[in-house]
C-alpha cells in the first residue's frame, strides 16, 4: 500500500512540474524582445499615382441643353391647310433629341414635354435660367409654293455660330433634302437667349417629298441623331469655311469626333454684330487706305501738272511785259 502511495505521489508532482514549465511566461529578456518588434515603427507604403480618367466632352452630365419644341397646343405652327401638323412633328424630334442626348450623358431641359402651349418669353426664360447651357430649337418650315425645300439653321449671336455650324454640318449632310444654309436672322428666341442658340427647321412640311419624309419615324431618328451629333461635336468647329459634309447612312449613336468646318452664312438681319463683320471691316479698313492712297497719288499729279501748265502760261505774259 505504502509503495502504491508514493508512485502516485510521485506522478502528481511530475504533472504539477509539468504544468508549471507549459504556462509560465516566458524569459524577460525574449519578452523585451517580443515587445520590441509589435512597437517597431513601420514604413509608410508609397502611394501609387491614381490614372486621371478624362471624360469627353459629350460625357459630362455637367452640359445643359435646353431643347424647345417649337409651336404647341392651339398654335398649330405651318399655315392654313397644311396637311400634317408642325407642332406633332416638332415634339415627336425634340423627345428623340432628348433621348439620344440623356445617352450620351447630357443633362436635358425641355421647355415642352406634351402637346401645351408655351409663350415665347417663357421659353427664353427658361433657356436663360441655366447658365452653362446651350439652347436648340426644332421647328419645320411651310410656305405656299410646294416646290420649295431644303434644311435651313438659323443663329443670332456670334457666339452661336459654331453651334449653328455644327448642327448644320450633320443635319443637312444627313438629309436626302436641299442645303438651304446657315442664316442669321433676329428670331425671338435667339435674340433675347444669353446662352448659345439656334433653330433648326428640319424640311417643308409643304413639300410633298418632305413631309413624307417627316412622317416616317425612322426619318425623325435620323435627325435627332444628326442634331445631336452637332451638339456633341460643336467644340470642334473650325475657323476656316468648308464644304458640306456627304451624306451618310449610317445610323449609329454615337459619332467619333471630327474637324467641322465653319459654315458660311446669309445674315437676314439690319443689325451688324462687329464679331461677325469684323473681317469685313478689316479688308474695307485696307482698300480704303488703298483708295485714299490713290486720291493722293492723283491729287498730287494734278497738282503738279497745274504748276507745269501755270507756270507755261505766265512766261509769255512776262516777255510781254518785258518787250
Known amino acids: 500500500m505504502q509503495k502504491h502511495f508514493w508512485f502516485y505521489f510521485t506522478l502528481l508532482l511530475a504533472a504539477c512540474l509539468f504544468a508549471r514549465d507549459a504556462y509560465a511566461l516566458p524569459a524577460p529578456s525574449s519578452l523585451d524582445a517580443r515587445e520590441r518588434r509589435v512597437n517597431a515603427p513601420r514604413a509608410t507604403p508609397t502611394p501609387k499615382p491614381q490614372q486621371r480618367v478624362v471624360v469627353p466632352e459629350g460625357s459630362r452630365p455637367s452640359t445643359t441643353v435646353v431643347i424647345d419644341a417649337g409651336h404647341g397646343g392651339f398654335d398649330r405652327g405651318g399655315i392654313a391647310g397644311q396637311r400634317v401638323d408642325e407642332k406633332t412633328m416638332n415634339l415627336d424630334v425634340a423627345q428623340r433629341l432628348k433621348a439620344v442626348l440623356q445617352s450620351y450623358g447630357y443633362r436635358v431641359v425641355m421647355t415642352r414635354d406634351s402637346d401645351v402651349f408655351i409663350p415665347l418669353g417663357t421659353r427664353v426664360a427658361i433657356a436663360n435660367a441655366y447658365r452653362d447651357a446651350i439652347f436648340v430649337c426644332i421647328h419645320f418650315n411651310a410656305t405656299p409654293r410646294r416646290s420649295a425645300s431644303g434644311i435651313e439653321t438659323y443663329f443670332y449671336s ?17 438629309a436626302p433634302s436641299a442645303n438651304r444654309g446657315v442664316r442669321r436672322r433676329g428670331f425671338f428666341v435667339l435674340r433675347n437667349t444669353r446662352i448659345p442658340s439656334v433653330l433648326v427647321e428640319c424640311g417643308f412640311l409643304t413639300n410633298p417629298t418632305e413631309a413624307q419624309y417627316a412622317q416616317s ?36 449613336a454615337a459619332l467619333e469626333p471630327e474637324t ?29 487706305k488703298s483708295t485714299s492712297s490713290k486720291r493722293k497719288k492723283s491729287s498730287d499729279s494734278e497738282v503738279v501738272s497745274n504748276k507745269k501748265s501755270s507756270t507755261k502760261k505766265k512766261k509769255p505774259s512776262s516777255a510781254s511785259t518785258e518787250d
Open 217 to 252: 419615324s425612322a426619318y425623325r431618328q435620323k435627325l435627332a441623331l444628326e442634331i445631336a451629333h452637332g451638339v456633341q461635336n460643336r467644340a470642334s468647329v473650325g475657323r476656316i469655311a468648308g464644304t458640306m459634309r456627304i451624306a451618310s447612312n449610317s445610323s449609329s
Open 158 to 174: 456670334s457666339q452661336s455660330l459654331p453651334l449653328a455650324s455644327a448642327i448644320h454640318y450633320y443635319v443637312a449632310g444627313g
Open 260 to 288: 467641322v468646318p465653319l459654315q458660311p452664312f446669309i445674315d437676314q438681319t439690319h443689325f451688324r454684330d462687329p464679331d461677325l463683320v469684323r473681317s469685313k471691316h478689316k479688308r474695307s479698313k485696307s482698300s480704303s
